[in-house]
């Protein structure tokens, strides 16, 4: 298959409109020698009328006409005129053809007047005046006439005469037009030079001033390809410090482990030592998990956006992390509505948020502590979680979600990544993240969806 080339394709588009206008030329360049041969023609019967006129004047009293008369009316064996001279009084003086009486009669003294006619079923132009006769009661109409065919044979000389001039015309244009395009398409050239001579890193956007305006679109959508491009390999080397930051020292640690029981061989020492890679493995593990979700998160295209409900996300969410909660002597809760928080987005993203959520309450509330998850409406749709923990400073509620962030004096376990990924979650979601003190002094974390929610009705 031929690859599509722009200089053919311009070519076939014009090949129709340029045949249309050859045809439409055609036809107007015919209806317009017709036009200008009647006009010829007929100024030539006005004037064989008059001719006719002076010829019956000069053998006045006659009823016939002479034979050198009769000689100059019908010299044309191939177009013959046709003459008709009328009295009005005594009928036909002199005639080849029985024409027509005028209708109207022109007035006596004034110009031949044209009409078109048809005798015999052959239709005819003629020309007739009217003249004083030597009888004052009686008029003389003289016509002329001639049939239509020598009109349009004219016309058909001229239109064939004309429509290959035409059509070279066309072709002319049409390759002025091949020319054209392939001088315009060289407008091209300092585009490509400057793409070819990119290095391979060099994702920014291209230089307009070489860029012609009419592919200025063209040129935006490569920019923004190339501004998604550079966010996707921005996205893939900060996963990547990501995880180099975070894994490394689990395994580092799981070296150690293992170092120490090779050399200490005895049960507890090798128990002792797989207590601890059993919680390194762990911790690597949710760290992974982490950096995945916040990869999720900062990727460019969303998920598909659905209405969901965050009553009922949070209410089942609470009920799956209960046993885990108990096991861990902490008072898990929910509390607000109970269905019917409805909010426009990607429930996965959202399931994702409050996972991350849930999991730093428990790991701030503590043993013997409380975690409460509530869903509120009243300007908008509020996904809150507070744990009865010692809280964070109110002077590091600024950095809280920043990646890996975690405010000085924190004892517990954790990557910093948790509230990173709420924050991407909810910004992707338009919704606002605030900071507070829970009831019980610990940290409070609330989502707000403002315009996106809505409460459903009934």
């Known amino acids: 298959m031929r690859p599509p080339s722009l200089r053919r394709r ?6 129709a409109p340029m045949a249309l206008a050859w045809l439409a030329s055609g036809v107007l360049i015919y209806v317009l020698a017709l036009h200008y041969a009647n006009l010829n023609y007929d100024r030539s019967l006005r004037q064989g009328a008059v001719a006719l006129e002076h010829m019956i004047r000069s053998e006045a009293g006659q009823r016939e006409l002479s034979p050198q008369a009769r000689i100059l009316m019908e010299y044309d064996t191939t177009n013959p005129g046709f003459y008709a001279v009328r009295s009005l009084r005594h009928g036909m003086l002199a005639s080849n053809l029985d024409l027509p009486t005028p209708d109207p009669l022109p007035p006596v003294g004034a110009a031949p007047q044209m009409f078109s006619v048809e005798v015999g079923r052959r239709p005819l132009r003629m020309a007739a005046l009217t003249a004083p006769a030597a009888d004052p009661d009686d008029e ?11 009109r349009r044979a004219l016309a058909r000389e001229i239109l064939v005469g004309t429509l290959p001039i035409v ?17 315009g398409l060289r407008l091209l050239d300092p585009l490509t030079a400057q793409i070819a ?35 996707t390999l921005e996205l893939q080397e900060r996963f990547i410090a990501d995880a180099a930051h975070q894994l490394r020292t689990p395994l580092a640690g799981l070296r150690l482990q ?45 998920g598909q956006a659905v209405p969901a409900d965050l009553a009922q996300l949070a209410r089942g969410y609470v ?58 409406h009243d300007d908008g749709i ?30 517990r376990e954790g990557s910093g990544l948790g ?29 707000r969806f403002g315009d996106l929610g809505e409460r459903a009705a009934g």
Not at 201 to 219: C, G, N, Y
Not at 390 to 397: K, L, P, Q, T, Y
């Open 167 to 183: 059509l070279l015309l066309i072709a002319t244009v049409l390759a002025l037009v091949w020319m054209a395009v392939s001088r």
């Open 197 to 231: 001579a990119r290095p391979a890193h060099d994702l920014s956007p291209l230089d307009p001033s070489v860029v012609p305006i009419e592919i200025r679109p063209l040129t935006r959508t490569i920019d923004a390809l190339f501004a998604r491009l550079r966010q």
């Open 382 to 411: 509020e996904l809150a979680v507070e744990d009865s923990g010692s809280g964070v400073a109110e002077e590091w509620w600024p950095r809280l979600g920043e990646r890996f962030f975690r405010p000085p004096g924190s004892t």
């Open 10 to 15: 311009l070519l076939t588009i014009l090949a």
């Open 319 to 376: 009920a799956e992390r209960a046993p885990d909660a108990l096991a861990r002597g902490i008072d898990l809760g929910y509390e607000g509505l109970l269905a019917g928080a409805i909010v426009h987005g990607d429930p996965v993203m959202l399931r994702e948020a409050l996972v991350n959520l849930v999991d730093n309450a428990l790991v701030h509330a503590g043993h013997g502590g409380t975690v409460t998850v509530s869903v509120m």
């Open 419 to 447: 509230l990173a990924i709420v924050r991407r979650i909810a910004e992707r979601h338009d919704a606002g993240v605030a900071f507070g003190r829970g009831r019980e002094a610990g940290l409070r974390v609330g989502l």
């Open 258 to 302: 293992a170092e120490r029981a090779l050399a200490d061989p005895r049960p507890e020492s090798v128990r002792a030592a797989l207590a601890h890679v059993e919680r390194l493995s762990a911790g690597a593990g949710r760290a992974a998990g982490q950096l995945l979700a916040l990869a999720r998160a900062s990727a460019d295209e969303p």
């Open 140 to 150: 003389i109409v003289v016509a002329v006439a001639e049939t239509l065919h020598e």
